[in-house]
């Protein structure tokens, strides 16, 4: 029917090993378009049966727009990547949420019928782009007190959570930050991450050539005790330490989403079907909240509510915003719905690249899990915004049930 919006489907998702940020990193001396350009060749490589001329788009995040990040990264990953110099490209930038939008701005386009398969991804390469390069806020931010200083830090913003929310305690915290290490610890023995992530070449002036094969950031095997004693770097006296919180990483993300009936065409299989979405500002200086309002809001859209999300993927930029958005909703601290696999305090959070890993994992545990309905991504998002995004499991009998019905 003309006008009538169409279904959008996540039919696969992949990312680099993420790297610590730093001269010691392994993509210390890797470009983060490169970190791109493989996970759009890993997508064309594991898809055979999609025809290269047929991707319409490809947006791809990055926090700083500059350098290796820069010149509208889209396009020039698409290009690096041997697409047809048709398939056009363009840059997204929201901060933390910067591959989520990628994925929402495009499955609208899709939905719409402005395009039938796009690729979404982002980029986060912080050691060649330290947080805050380059920027230049308004004086009147700070003049007018449009919002408090510490909205600009976000280590200082999750303080600002532990002063709103008391029973937040860095005890708590560091419980989770420690379940965080093991799940992620479970997961690589039982092989469920490596399924996901495209192997990266490397070099290093000392150590010559590599290859990633893993993520760098995870210490298996940390305790509470490991945790008790370390800084609070963004206060004195503070509870936010490099243990429950991510770290500064590098790695690039990038999914294949498509129309569903284009799905059908090409014989893709869909992974997850998109339900709904929605974004939500906060004040800026308690950021970590912002999956609270954005998750109420894509749930009433959808006509859901929490009760009937089956498995969450939560970003886990700080363990206090987690906790905070649990708490709110009634969940227990260690609720095996929740990132099941461990999060970003394990495994790292390179920016804008993010909310496809997210993604990436939630569509791996739909697999694992066909009596699950609907799962969500979420995760929160500098200068105080959300953002959710609601899944749905296609392996769960009443969507094929309804699928054979159409
Ligand atoms: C918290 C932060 C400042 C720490 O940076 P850092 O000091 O470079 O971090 P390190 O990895 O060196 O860790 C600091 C110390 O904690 C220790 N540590 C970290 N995690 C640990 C763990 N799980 N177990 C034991 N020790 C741990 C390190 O060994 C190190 O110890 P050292 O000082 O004796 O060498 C940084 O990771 C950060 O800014 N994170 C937030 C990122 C962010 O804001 N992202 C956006 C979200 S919206």
Redesign the pocket.
């Known amino acids: 029917m003309p006008g009538s919006l169409r279904d959008v489907v996540f039919v696969d998702g992949v990312r680099t090993p993420f790297g610590?940020a730093?001269q010691q990193g392994i993509y210390a001396q890797t470009r983060a378009d490169d970190l791109v350009v493989k996970c759009i060749r890993e997508l064309l490589r594991r898809h055979p049966g999609l025809p290269p001329e047929r991707v319409d788009e490809v947006a791809v995040a990055a926090t700083t727009q500059i350098g290796d990040q820069g010149l509208t990264i889209g396009r020039m990953a698409a290009l690096l990547a041997g697409l047809p110099k048709s398939v056009p490209g363009f840059a997204v930038d929201r901060?933390?949420a910067g591959a989520m939008t990628a994925v929402t701005t495009t499955a609208s386009g899709i939905a719409s019928g402005a395009y039938d398969v796009v690729i979404a991804g982002g980029v986060e390469h912080m050691g060649h782009h330290p947080?805050g390069e380059g920027v230049d806020p308004n004086p009147r931010i700070v003049a007018e007190r449009l919002v408090d200083t510490s909205a600009l830090?976000?280590?200082q913003?999750?303080e600002n959570v532990h002063d709103r929310f008391p029973q937040l305690t860095k005890d708590r915290c560091d419980a989770y930050?420690?379940a965080s290490?093991r799940k992620l610890a479970e997961a690589y023995a039982a092989g469920r991450i490596q399924r996901d992530l495209v192997p990266v070449a490397t070099r290093s002036q000392e150590q010559g050539w590599g290859l990633a094969t893993s993520d760098e950031?995870p210490?298996p095997g940390?305790?509470l005790d490991?945790?008790a004693g370390?800084?609070t770097?963004?206060r004195p006296h503070g509870r936010?330490?490099?243990?429950n919180?991510?770290?500064?990483n590098d790695g690039a993300t990038a999914c294949l989403l498509v129309a569903g009936e284009t799905a059908t065409e090409l014989g893709l299989t869909p992974r997850m079907r998109m339900v709904g979405y929605a974004f939500a500002g906060v004040e800026p200086e308690v950021?970590?909240v912002g999956p609270i309002p954005a998750t109420q809001k894509a749930l009433a859209r959808a006509g859901l509510t929490i009760d009937d999300i089956g498995l969450f993927e939560v970003n886990e930029?700080?363990a206090v915003q987690v906790l905070a958005f649990l708490d709110h909703f009634g969940i227990a601290d260690d609720d095996p719905r929740v990132n099941p696999d461990g999060g970003a305090?394990?495994l790292g959070?390179p920016?804008a690249s993010s909310g496809v890993r997210l993604m990436t994992q939630l569509a791996r545990h739909f697999e694992d899990h066909p009596e699950v309905r609907y799962g969500l991504t979420t995760m929160?998002?500098?200068i105080g915004m959300g953002g959710t995004v609601i899944w749905e499991n296609p392996n769960h009998a009443d969507y094929r049930k309804e699928q054979l019905a159409a």
């Open positions: 610590k730093g901060m933390c947080m830090v976000m280590g913003t999750a930050a420690v290490q950031p210490r940390t305790t490991d945790l370390l800084k770097p963004f936010v330490t490099a243990g919180a991510a770290g500064l950021m970590g930029a700080f305090i394990a959070h920016l929160c998002i500098g």
